[in-house]
């Protein structure tokens, strides 16, 4: 049974930093990019970091130099390091699988206020 459960979000002051952590089972995690959306109230989902299975990065413009995605393909984990953060990140982050199939995680709540 394939699983992608997020965990990491809260409610953080502005300026605060969190760790996300994305665990994965039930498919070869390995094999799969894995990639960070996030989807803000009223607004569309948008992306906002991937790292393939060979280890390539790319990083939406707007997070860029705060966001580290990184990955344990021992943990079958991927994480996203945020820092600096603004009000303006605050939305549901969602995980995703893509390879032979693709798979969502049901997302895990950044809050950034005062």
């Known amino acids: 049974q394939v699983q992608v459960v997020e965990s990491g979000g809260d409610l953080v002051q502005p300026g605060g930093s969190l760790r996300l952590s994305c665990a994965a089972s039930?498919?070869?995690?390995?094999?799969?990019?894995m990639s960070w959306y996030r989807q803000a109230p009223g607004k569309g989902r948008e992306l906002v970091a991937t790292?393939?299975?060979?280890?390539?990065?790319m990083y939406a413009s707007f997070v860029k130099g705060r966001f580290t995605i990184s990955r344990d393909n021992a943990k079958n984990t991927v994480y996203l390091q945020m820092k600096s953060l603004k009000p303006e990140d605050t939305a549901v982050y969602y995980c995703?699988?893509?390879?032979?199939?693709?798979?969502w995680g049901q997302g895990t709540q950044v809050t950034v206020s005062s």
């Open positions: 790292i393939s299975s060979t280890g390539s990065i």
């Open positions: 039930g498919f070869t995690f390995s094999s799969y990019a």
């Open positions: 995703r699988a893509t390879y032979r199939a693709t798979y």
